[in-house]
Structures are given as C-alpha cells and as structure tokens.
C-alpha cells in the first residue's frame, strides 16, 4: 500500500531536519538494505519511489 501523505521529499525533509547528511542518508539505506532487504524495498515503494529509482538506490 503506497502512502499519500509521506513521500521522498517528505522523508528527505525530516532526515535533513535531525541533521543527517547525504552521505549519513547513504549509509542509512546500506544498513536497511543490508539487514532488511524485503522491509527495504517495501518502504522505498511505501514513499512512492519509482521502480527503476528503487533499483538504483539498492545497487549502492
């Protein structure tokens, strides 16, 4: 089930808001992927990523 109100921008927003960096985001995604893989991708369709953009942000 997709979200209507949090999206990427959304996200984004309240992770630069507690002061994580690009890189700080990149390593939260890593450590998702890698502990969680299936929980990451459901949350990365959940904030309405497109497929191919989902792809990319898992191969890093």
């Known amino acids: 089930m ?3 109100f949090v999206t990427k921008k959304l996200w984004i ?3 630069q808001a507690i002061g ?3 890189s700080n985001m990149q ?3 890593q450590e998702f992927e890698s ?3 299936d929980g990451h991708q459901e949350f990365l369709e959940w ?3 497109p497929a191919d953009e989902i792809s990319k942000i ?3």
């Open 35 to 37: 502990r969680y893989p």
């Open 47 to 49: 904030i309405d990523i």
């Open 2 to 4: 997709k979200s209507t």
């Open 27 to 29: 390593q939260w995604h």
């Open 20 to 22: 994580l960096t690009d």
């Open 13 to 15: 927003e309240l992770f």
């Open 58 to 60: 898992r191969a890093l």
